[in-house]
C-alpha cells in the first residue's frame, strides 16, 4: 500500500407450609430416572456425543439445572428451601435468605442428590451453533466455555464502549459500517495524528484503523493518558482472532523528527485481551508527552505525529 497521511481527529469522546426441615434431598428414584434418560456414547471419531432412545430434550435438563432467579446453570454449591425449590449460591445472596418462590428462609439446605446428578451429566458446548463439537461434563463445561476458541470475539472498536459480539467478518463489516472506521489494504501504514491544545487531553482515544494483511485483520490503536504521574501517547496494534494466531506476525512501530527516533517492535495482541488490558500492560509504542511535542516541532501548541510502520509475517 503507498503510503498515505491520515488525520485523525478525538472523537467526543406464592406460600405453602413446609414440614421439618431436611438436610438435602437424597431423591435416588430422580436421579436414577434422569440418568437412566441421559446417556452418552462415543462416535468413531472419538468425540462423546448424546444418544439414546428415550433421551430427554437438553431443555428438560437445562429447566432441572436453572436457576429460577438468574436463569443461569447451577453449580455447586446448589440451595434448597424446605419445600425443595432451588437455586444458584449467588442468587442466595439476592434474595436476602429468602427463597424466591415461596418466600420460605432458605437456611444452609444444599441439594445434594440435585448437584450429584449434574455431576453424571455430559452436555454441547453452548456454542455448538457456532462449529464447537464436543461435550463436556456438566461441571467442565462452564471452564471450556469461557475459553472455546468458538465463542464469539466482542467488538475491538476503543472509541466507546461497544457490546456487540460476533465473529471476525461480522466485526469486520460492523467496524466499517456501524463505527465508520478507516479500513486499508496492505502491510505498511504512514499515519498522522492530530490534536491541538494537547496540553488540555489527559485521556484520548483516536479512531481505531484496520488493516487487511495476510488475509488478516489488524486493528491499529493509538491513545493518551497517564502513566503514573506522566501523560503518554500510545500506539499498538491488535490482531482480529486468537493469541495463538497472533504469534504468527510482528510488527513495528516508528515516530520520529528533528533527528530523533523511537521504534517499537512486536507481536500483535489478540483481540480477545481489550485494548484496556493491552494498554494497561504497555504493550506498545509509547511517547512522552514532552517527547512527542518535540517530534511535532513548531511551537510545540499542536500534536503532529507521524507514525509509521509494518506488520510482516514470522517464517
Same mark, same amino acid.
Not at 503507498?2 to 405453602?16: D, H, I, L, Q, Y
Not at 455431576?119 to 475459553?147: A, M, N, T, V, W
Given at each position: 500500500?503507498?503510503?498515505?497521511?491520515?488525520?485523525?481527529?478525538?472523537?467526543?469522546?406464592?406460600?405453602?407450609?413446609? /414440614?421439618?426441615?431436611?438436610?438435602?434431598?437424597?431423591?435416588?428414584?430422580?436421579?436414577?430416572?434422569?440418568?437412566?434418560?441421559?446417556?452418552?456414547?462415543?462416535?468413531?471419531?472419538?468425540?462423546?456425543?448424546?444418544?439414546?432412545?428415550?433421551?430427554?430434550?437438553?431443555?428438560?435438563?437445562?429447566?432441572?439445572?436453572?436457576?429460577?432467579?438468574?436463569?443461569?446453570?447451577?453449580?455447586?454449591?446448589?440451595?434448597?428451601?424446605?419445600?425443595?425449590?432451588?437455586?444458584?449460591?449467588?442468587?442466595?445472596?439476592?434474595?436476602?435468605?429468602?427463597?424466591?418462590?415461596?418466600?420460605?428462609? $432458605?437456611?444452609?439446605?444444599?441439594?445434594?442428590?440435585?448437584?450429584?446428578?449434574?455431576?453424571?451429566?455430559?452436555?454441547?458446548?453452548?456454542? =455448538?451453533?457456532? +462449529?464447537?463439537?464436543?461435550?463436556?461434563?456438566?461441571?467442565?463445561?462452564?471452564?471450556?466455555?469461557?475459553?472455546?476458541?468458538?465463542?464469539?470475539?466482542?467488538?475491538?472498536?476503543?472509541?466507546?464502549?461497544?457490546?456487540?459480539?460476533?465473529?471476525?467478518?461480522?466485526?469486520?463489516?460492523?467496524?466499517?459500517?456501524?463505527?465508520?472506521?478507516?479500513?486499508?489494504?496492505?502491510?505498511?501504514?504512514?499515519?498522522?495524528?492530530?490534536?491541538?491544545?494537547?496540553?488540555?487531553?489527559?485521556?484520548?482515544?483516536?479512531? $481505531?484503523?484496520?488493516?487487511?494483511?495476510?488475509?488478516?485483520?489488524?486493528?491499529?490503536?493509538?491513545?493518551?493518558? =497517564? $502513566?503514573?504521574?506522566?501523560?503518554?501517547?500510545?500506539?499498538?496494534?491488535?490482531?482480529?482472532?486468537?493469541?495463538?494466531?497472533?504469534?504468527?506476525?510482528?510488527?513495528?512501530?516508528?515516530?520520529?523528527?528533528?533527528?530523533?527516533?523511537?521504534?517499537?517492535?512486536?507481536?500483535?495482541?489478540?483481540?480477545?485481551?481489550?485494548?484496556?488490558?493491552?494498554?494497561?500492560?504497555?504493550?506498545?509504542?509509547?511517547? =512522552?508527552?514532552?517527547?512527542?511535542?518535540?517530534?511535532? /516541532?513548531?511551537?510545540?501548541?499542536?500534536?503532529?505525529?507521524?507514525?509509521? +510502520?509494518?506488520?510482516?509475517?514470522?517464517?
Amino acid at each position: 500500500m503507498a503510503p498515505g497521511t491520515v488525520k485523525m481527529e478525538v472523537p467526543e469522546s406464592p406460600m405453602r407450609d413446609g /414440614g421439618d426441615t431436611p438436610s438435602s434431598i437424597e431423591s435416588s428414584e430422580v436421579e436414577s430416572s434422569l440418568l437412566s434418560k441421559s446417556t452418552v456414547t462415543t462416535t468413531s471419531s472419538g468425540r462423546k456425543a448424546a444418544s439414546g432412545t428415550a433421551a430427554p430434550p437438553h431443555s428438560n435438563v437445562h429447566e432441572l439445572l436453572e436457576c429460577p432467579v438468574c436463569t443461569n446453570s447451577m453449580y455447586p454449591p446448589i440451595h434448597q428451601c424446605p419445600n425443595g425449590h432451588t437455586l444458584c449460591s449467588n442468587c442466595k445472596l439476592r434474595v436476602h435468605n429468602r427463597c424466591p418462590t415461596c418466600r420460605y428462609e $432458605l437456611g444452609n439446605i444444599r441439594c445434594l442428590a440435585l448437584e450429584k446428578v449434574a455431576e453424571s451429566l455430559e452436555l454441547p458446548c453452548r456454542f =455448538q451453533s457456532l +462449529g464447537c463439537p464436543d461435550i463436556f461434563p456438566y461441571y467442565s463445561k462452564l471452564k471450556h466455555e469461557s475459553q472455546c476458541t468458538f465463542r464469539p470475539y466482542n467488538c475491538p472498536y476503543a472509541g466507546s464502549e461497544c457490546s456487540v459480539t460476533g465473529d471476525i467478518a461480522w466485526l469486520v463489516a460492523h467496524l466499517r459500517d456501524e463505527h465508520k472506521v478507516d479500513m486499508h489494504n496492505g502491510c505498511t501504514f504512514n499515519h498522522r495524528y492530530v490534536k491541538s491544545n494537547p496540553q488540555e487531553v489527559e485521556n484520548a482515544t483516536w479512531m $481505531l484503523t484496520v488493516f487487511n494483511c495476510f488475509g488478516q485483520h489488524f486493528c491499529l490503536h493509538f491513545e493518551a493518558f =497517564q $502513566l503514573g504521574m506522566a501523560p503518554v501517547y500510545m500506539a499498538f496494534l491488535r490482531f482480529m482472532g486468537d493469541d495463538n494466531e497472533a504469534k504468527n506476525f510482528s510488527y513495528s512501530l516508528e515516530v520520529g523528527a528533528n533527528g530523533r527516533k523511537l521504534i517499537w517492535q512486536g507481536v500483535p495482541r489478540s483481540i480477545r485481551d481489550s485494548h484496556r488490558k493491552v494498554r494497561d500492560s504497555h504493550d506498545g509504542l509509547i511517547i =512522552q508527552r514532552n517527547m512527542a511535542l518535540f517530534f511535532s /516541532g513548531g511551537d510545540r501548541k499542536e500534536l503532529k505525529l507521524r507514525v509509521t +510502520g509494518r506488520i510482516w509475517k514470522e517464517q
